[in-house]
């Protein structure tokens, strides 16, 4: 439970970080389109089933207060969530994003927690069309590596962890038995601002 209200405050921050995407000054569109590249068969279907399931409790919780308040259009806009199956292959997963863009529109791409491969080919569209990608990454190094080469902008990782980054002298986590460190703060510390 703990995670999916992790989730769904991050889907409702980053919507409202980003909701000039949406078009001020149109009209109010019907719903925020999200849409979802999941691997839901295949060798991470594990992932993408657990992805699936907090990202569709988090839609529910959002659509049953009204939505998310847009203030530039002074109401509530409801979630629209588009799942469709990347079936574990990375080279799905971007054509199936762009697919999300170009044809049914979305507003945003999110994805849960999935190995790193998973990644490139939606954060490369999600830039390309300039839609927000909004992902749990797992470790932090490959992530950084990723982004380095990609210069994802439009793409943002929460629930990054360091397997190689030590723990700071003086965190609890500096002991024995601590061999992965939780670093949202860390690395801000250490790598700046890789949104």
């Known amino acids: 439970m703990r995670n999916i209200n992790k989730l769904?405050?991050?889907i409702?921050?980053?919507?409202f970080c980003v909701c000039p995407i949406l078009g001020y000054g149109q009209q109010a569109p019907e719903a925020i389109m999200v849409g979802a590249p999941l691997p839901l068969t295949g060798m991470y279907a594990g992932f993408g089933e657990g992805a699936l399931?907090?990202?569709k409790a988090a839609v529910d919780d959002i659509n049953k207060l009204g939505g998310v308040y847009v203030k530039e259009y002074g109401k509530r806009i409801p979630i629209k969530l588009i799942v469709v199956n990347n079936e574990s292959d990375p080279m799905k997963g971007g054509s199936l994003a762009e697919d999300l863009i170009v044809r049914s529109r979305v507003h945003f791409l999110v994805s849960g927690d999935q190995p790193p491969p998973m990644h490139a080919g939606v954060a490369t569209v999600s830039d390309r069309y300039k839609v927000p990608y909004v992902t749990c990454s797992g470790p932090l190094e490959p992530w950084s590596e990723m982004r380095t080469k990609g210069k994802w902008e439009y793409s943002w990782a929460t629930g990054l962890f360091a397997i190689a980054t030590p723990a700071p002298q003086g965190d609890f986590r500096a002991k024995p038995g601590y061999t992965i460190v939780d670093t949202w703060a860390e690395m801000?510390?250490?790598?700046g601002d890789i949104n």
């Open 188 to 191: 801000l510390k250490l790598y």
């Open 53 to 55: 399931f907090g990202i």
């Open 8 to 10: 769904l405050l991050e």
């Open 12 to 15: 409702v921050l980053i919507i």
